[in-house]
């Protein structure tokens, strides 16, 4: 099981601005913003099995890794849960809206499986993001 993913940007306040009307649409907000020797940002959601009552498990941190590699995190997949098939509409506008690039309007992909309902965007960065919702409509 996942706990949270960490992304490295270019311009952490361009992804802000990219992310965080995305992600309100699926129930997130920004939930950190520090400076650590480098830029986080961090989304969150309610969840009562958290102390805090909040999973922060989409993070961004700009500047490149003590660890080596790219400036930015590219090229990557990734998808969040949302409630229901509105939402995931919701996302992809919202996703558009903030310049992402469509890369698969809402629908079915049921050779997923058959109730797959997903849309999927590019990134400022270059990264396929998605938003899926597996329940029946």
């Known amino acids: 099981m996942l706990d949270h993913m960490t992304f490295r940007v270019r311009d952490i306040a361009k992804t802000k601005a990219f992310y965080e009307p995305i992600l309100r649409t699926l129930g997130y907000r920004v939930a950190y913003e520090a400076v650590h ?30 660890y080596g590699g790219s ?28 310049g992402g690039r469509d890369n698969g309007a809402p629908g079915l992909r049921p050779h997923y499986h058959p109730h797959y309902y997903g849309a999927f965007v590019i ?8 938003a899926v919702c597996h329940l029946p409509a």
């Open 37 to 66: 020797g480098f830029n986080v940002l961090g989304f969150g959601y309610p969840d009562p099995s958290q102390a805090d009552g909040e999973r922060i498990d989409t993070w961004f941190v700009d500047g490149e890794s003590p």
């Open 71 to 98: 400036e930015a995190t590219t090229g990557c997949h990734l998808c969040w849960s949302a409630k229901d098939r509105q939402s995931v509409d919701a996302f992809y506008a919202a996703a558009l809206e903030a």
């Open 123 to 130: 990134d400022p960065e270059g990264n396929n993001i998605e």
